[in-house]
T-cell receptor
Framework: GAGVSQSPSNKVTEKGKDVELRCDPI?????LYWYRQRLGQGLEFLIY????????KSGLPSDRFSAERTGESVSTLTIQRTQQEDSAVYLC?????????????FGPGTRLTVL | KNEVEQSPQNLTAQEGEFITINCSYS?????LHWLQQHPGGGIVSLFM???GKKKHGRLIATINIQEKHSSLHITASHPRDSAVYIC?????????????FGKGTHLIIQP
């Protein structure tokens, strides 16, 4: 079956605008994760969904960041009033269920550039 | 939050050499992941292990839970192994949550 998909693949926006990034996990995967990778830096955890609920939002860097998931499938990461420091590749991953014993499958990422 | 240290940060070796990448973490865990990030940015899961050793082709991963340490080995390295190798552990040590990552080891294998 298809892997994790993300859209758009690239997004250029102006400082102060809102953006929405989309993730379609592998069908049947109940756990979904958002990460980001800023240029030259390592991956950072943002948020984790089990089903439609997010038991761990501790990685979200500010209240400008929010995420939702509906129907135990698609998830949207929203960044309000974007800042230049939000420029990064945003990666989504999914796994069969949450928990450390399950492999995570990564999407190709959305490259966000805030001008 | 779990802290992850990887070494070396950069490694250049000749084709055929045996490669070792090390990872240590601060909080006890139940599983550790090794990931590979290709030059184009795609990330692939190589191993997930909670004890002992796993082998896949020329790749071997080991973990010592008591010492909070894992190693990734590549035997008979090849230029196509050139990539960034990333160690990751559960963000808060256990349970169902996201991963926290090492800064990665940038490996270049020269022909």
């Amino acid at each position: 079956g298809a892997g994790v998909s993300q859209s758009p693949s690239n997004k250029v926006t102006e400082k102060g605008k809102d953006v929405e990034l989309r993730c379609d996990p592998i069908s049947g995967h109940t756990a979904l994760y958002w990460y980001r990778q800023r240029l030259g830096q390592g991956l950072e955890f943002l948020i984790y969904f089990q089903g439609n609920s997010a038991p761990d939002k501790s990685g979200l860097p500010s209240d400008r960041f929010s995420a939702e998931r509906t129907g135990e499938s698609v998830s949207t990461l929203t960044i309000q009033r974007t800042q230049q420091e939000d420029s990064a590749v945003y990666l989504c991953a999914s796994s069969l269920t949450g928990g450390p014993g399950y492999e995570q499958f990564f999407g190709p990422g959305t490259r966000l550039t805030v001008l | 939050k779990n802290e992850v240290e990887q070494s070396p940060q950069n490694l250049t070796a000749q084709e055929g050499e045996f490669i070792t990448i090390n990872c240590s973490y601060s909080v006890g865990i139940s599983a550790l992941h090794w990931l590979q990030q290709h030059p184009g940015g795609g990330i692939v899961s190589l191993f997930m292990l909670s004890s002992g050793k796993k082998k896949h082709g020329r790749l071997i991963a080991t973990i010592n839970i008591q010492e909070k340490h894992s190693s990734l080995h590549i035997t008979a390295s090849h230029p196509r192994d050139s990539a960034v190798y990333i160690c990751a552990v559960p963000y808060s040590g256990g349970g169902a949550d996201g991963l926290t990552f090492g800064k990665g080891t940038h490996l270049i294998i020269q022909p």
